[in-house]
């Protein structure tokens, strides 16, 4: 079964310091990976993709991910988080094939402190 | 421009009536998928349409659900003989290509009393 984990309910920061928050897959092939953002009362929206080639990719608002295809993860990152960052946070897999469904996590909820 | 619009906003019904949702993707989008999400889950996948036709129904979960797509642009989603556990956030998405990121919709919440 295709899988994704997110391993951390809640990651807590202070704002400016450095934020990750963490996702693994279990996925065949070779999948697009994709992080979407869900702020309260307001649609997921898009944050940056990996399709192919440079294993670091930059996204909207900042955050950037590492691919790293042997521990099958990728990590979103920040080098400097704002308290505007605080919403929910979902990694999404594109299984490579005919299909174009997305197989999301549980979610992991930022939330950055002043 | 205009996003991925869904309506009603919000619906409740009743335990066995039937209830329709609509999708309206943006404009010139092929790919449209409809998922839920259930509350402290992430969003499941239901169906993706390439088109008017369905390329993947893998997710619907029986066969009191049902989408359409007759035109290539606007979807909707039928439900029949709702159940308690039907009650779930229904979002939208439509892309330019099937590989390309989604864009979502503000969903309809579904609640069956």
């Known amino acids: 079964a295709q899988s994704v984990a997110q391993p951390e309910d809640q990651v807590n920061v202070a704002e400016g310091n450095p934020l990750t928050v963490k996702c693994t897959y279990s996925?065949?092939?070779?999948?697009?990976l994709f992080w979407y953002v869900q702020y309260p009362n307001r649609g997921l929206q898009f944050l940056l993709k990996?399709?192919?080639?440079?294993?670091l990719v930059k996204g909207s608002y900042g955050f950037e991910a590492e691919f790293n295809k042997s521990q099958t993860s990728f990590h979103l990152k920040k080098p400097s988080a704002l308290v505007s960052d605080s919403a929910l946070y979902f990694c999404a897999p594109h299984p490579f094939g005919n299909t174009g469904k997305l197989i999301f996590g549980q979610g992991t909820t930022l939330q950055v402190k002043p | 421009g205009a996003g991925v619009s869904q309506t009603p906003s919000n619906k409740v019904t009743e335990k066995g009536k039937y209830v329709e949702l609509r999708c309206d993707p943006i404009s010139g989008h092929t790919a449209l998928y409809w998922y839920r999400q259930s509350l402290g889950q992430g969003p499941e996948f239901l169906i993706y349409?390439?088109?008017?036709?369905?390329?993947?129904d893998s997710g619907l979960p029986n066969d009191r659900f049902f989408a359409v797509r007759p035109e290539g642009s606007v979807s909707t989603l039928k439900i029949q003989r709702t159940e308690r556990g039907d009650s779930a956030v229904y979002l939208c998405?439509?892309?330019?290509?099937?590989?390309?990121?989604?864009?979502f919709g503000p969903g309809t919440r579904l609640t069956v009393t």
């Open positions: 349409f390439q088109g008017t036709g369905a390329a993947d």
């Open positions: 990996y399709i192919t080639g440079d294993n």
């Open positions: 998405a439509s892309s330019l290509t099937r590989i390309d990121e989604q864009y």
């Open positions: 996925v065949s092939g070779n999948p697009y």
